[in-house]
């Protein structure tokens, strides 16, 4: 089988094609400048390097390799929506009725490829390893303290993700320290720190309709070494519905950090 991947940034993408590859994918990546990690060509059979909104291009391509199925996998940076520099004339055609949610302007982008005859599919399909699950997924188990703050930030953070504005929060002896916007999940829980000190919950959801085909959370390496920084007391992500990147070592680091890994799911 042959796939195209739209390689964002990050190591998510990596992760996405190494897993591929071991289902024997023959995979033809689109790599974006200035986003995409170069590691990418030494994982896919052949690469492809084009500016962000050049998207006649990416069709043009697709179409010489003959691609029928593709995935959108990790992010493009917010502020080249904003920005839009170097932009075709037909993403600007495609997008001029998207708000500047990223949700938004990437459902557009794909339901234009879709109307090209390609086919997105779900960009999880080859990670279901990586994925949260259910329960304490490491070996330090959390007191009763802070799960009676788990229970109470799972309300808000059901809520909060709703509104399509972010997928962080944190929180702290019952109040809501910071909620995420554009800036990231890092930048949220930096923004905690210097208001709430150490001792955050923090808890990474979807919306109800997030759609897997291209905007799928993640956690990785980074992000714990940013919790033990702050010395976080848990990390609660939602089942089946986050990233953990290099889920084996990430587990056992936030053993050796004494950080609660919890996987949970939405409440009413």
């Known amino acids: 089988m042959k796939i195209g991947l739209l390689a964002g940034n990050r190591n998510l993408p990596l992760l996405f094609a190494s897993q591929a590859k071991k289902n024997d994918l023959e995979i033809v990546g689109i790599c974006f400048k200035g986003e995409t990690n170069p590691e990418i060509v030494k994982l896919v059979d052949k690469s492809y390097w084009v500016?962000?909104?050049?998207?006649?291009?990416?069709?043009?391509?697709?179409?010489?390799?003959?691609?029928k199925d593709c995935v959108m996998v990790g992010q493009i940076s917010p502020w080249r929506i904003f920005r839009r520099r170097r932009w075709d004339d037909s993403i600007l055609e495609v997008v001029k009725e998207a708000d500047f949610r990223p949700h938004s302007i990437f459902s557009k982008i794909i339901s234009a490829l879709e109307k090209e005859g390609f086919r997105f599919l779900d960009s999880t399909y080859y990670l279901k390893d990586s994925l949260a699950h259910r329960g304490v997924m490491n070996k330090i188990e959390p007191g009763?303290?802070?799960?009676?703050?788990?229970?109470?930030?799972?309300?808000?953070?059901?809520?909060?993700?709703?509104?399509?504005?972010?997928?962080?929060?944190v929180v702290k002896n019952k109040a809501v320290v910071a909620i995420e916007a554009l800036e990231g999940t890092d930048s949220t829980i930096r923004r905690a720190y210097k208001i709430a000190g150490k001792g955050c919950l923090v808890f990474k959801f979807s919306k109800?309709?997030?759609?897997?085909?291209?905007?799928?959370?993640?956690?990785?390496?980074?992000?714990?070494?940013?919790?033990?920084?702050?010395?976080?007391?848990?990390?609660?992500?939602?089942?089946?519905?986050?990233?953990?990147?290099d889920k084996k070592k990430f587990l056992n680091l936030a053993d050796r950090w004494e950080i609660s890994i919890i996987g949970e799911r939405k409440v009413n």
């Open 51 to 67: 500016d962000v909104g050049r998207l006649e291009e990416v069709v043009d391509i697709f179409k010489k390799e003959n691609i």
């Open 208 to 245: 109800k309709d997030q759609d897997l085909r291209f905007d799928v959370p993640v956690v990785g390496i980074d992000t714990l070494h940013l919790l033990r920084r702050i010395r976080a007391k848990a990390l609660i992500l939602e089942e089946g519905r986050v990233i953990i990147l």
């Open 144 to 169: 009763r303290e802070v799960f009676s703050q788990i229970e109470w930030g799972l309300k808000i953070v059901s809520k909060y993700v709703e509104l399509d504005v972010g997928q962080t929060l």
